[in-house]
């Protein structure tokens, strides 16, 4: 089945610590995005990637690292310089970044910093 | 600029009877509207989208939303609850495309009682 892969499910932090999130896709899409949901905020665009080897701030980039060396791989690192890193973390892809396409969802990452 | 707010952040109705969840949009330019459903501790699906064709949009499990220019509303309805529609809905605005051009509402969490 086609589709976005993220894993882990869950995620625990300590404080002072880098984490890696993944995140894979067999869709053959050029885009990927990561999102990050607060509750009652709806969802905040962290980066984005419209080919490999290239990739753009979002809304709230700071704290954040990622890369793209792979066409189906967009890891995002949450570094000990985010302040607040316990989210639900979205990974998201779609075709092009023109047009009128939709974006389509992994099932999310649960951070926790403990 | 684009910007998307849902009306309610709460909807509840028994199961069986209508469902009614509300959105209006503001865009400077002919925007892609979306609607994505998420259940608890998921990934967003997609529901149905606008893209510029028929007003009147059909989506998936017997939703569908109509686009009014002269309102800006895209509402979201359904004419019989089910209990596994219990979920957040967010409705979405886009004017060029892609998940960077994505603006979310904030959410509405839908609560079907039996």
């Known amino acids: 089945d086609g589709g976005i892969t993220q894993s882990p499910k869950y995620l625990f932090r300590k404080e002072g610590q880098n984490v890696t999130l993944s995140c894979e896709q067999n869709?053959?899409?050029?885009?990927m995005y990561w999102y990050r949901q607060d509750p009652g905020q709806g969802l905040r665009l962290i980066y984005y990637?419209?080919?490999?080897?290239?990739?753009q701030k979002g809304d709230i980039a700071e704290g954040y690292s990622v890369s793209r060396e792979k066409k189906e791989s967009f890891p995002l690192t949450v570094t000990s310089a985010q302040k607040n890193p316990t989210a639900f973390y979205l990974c998201?892809?779609?075709?092009?970044?023109?047009?009128?396409?939709?974006?389509?969802f992994g099932q999310g990452t649960r951070l926790t910093v403990v | 600029a684009q910007s998307v707010t849902q009306l309610d952040s709460h909807v509840s109705v028994s199961e069986g009877t209508p469902v009614l969840l509300r959105c209006n949009y503001s865009?400077?330019?002919?925007?892609?509207l979306f609607w994505y459903v998420q259940h608890p501790n998921k990934g967003l699906q997609l529901l149905l989208k606008?893209?510029?064709?028929?007003?009147l949009v059909k989506g998936i499990n017997g939703f569908e939303a109509e686009f009014k220019k002269s309102e800006t509303s895209f509402h979201l309805t359904k004419p019989s609850a089910h209990m596994s529609d219990a979920a957040e809905y967010f409705c979405?605005?886009?004017?060029?495309?892609?998940?960077?051009?994505?603006?979310f509402g904030k959410g509405t969490h839908l609560i079907i009682q039996p």
């Open positions: 998201a892809s779609s075709v092009g970044t023109g047009g009128r396409t939709e974006a389509f």
């Open positions: 869709l053959n899409h050029d885009a």
């Open positions: 990637s419209q080919i490999v080897n290239d990739f």
């Open positions: 865009s400077s330019y002919s925007p892609s």
């Open positions: 606008y893209t510029s064709a028929a007003t």
């Open positions: 979405v605005v886009s004017t060029r495309g892609g998940a960077d051009g994505l603006t």
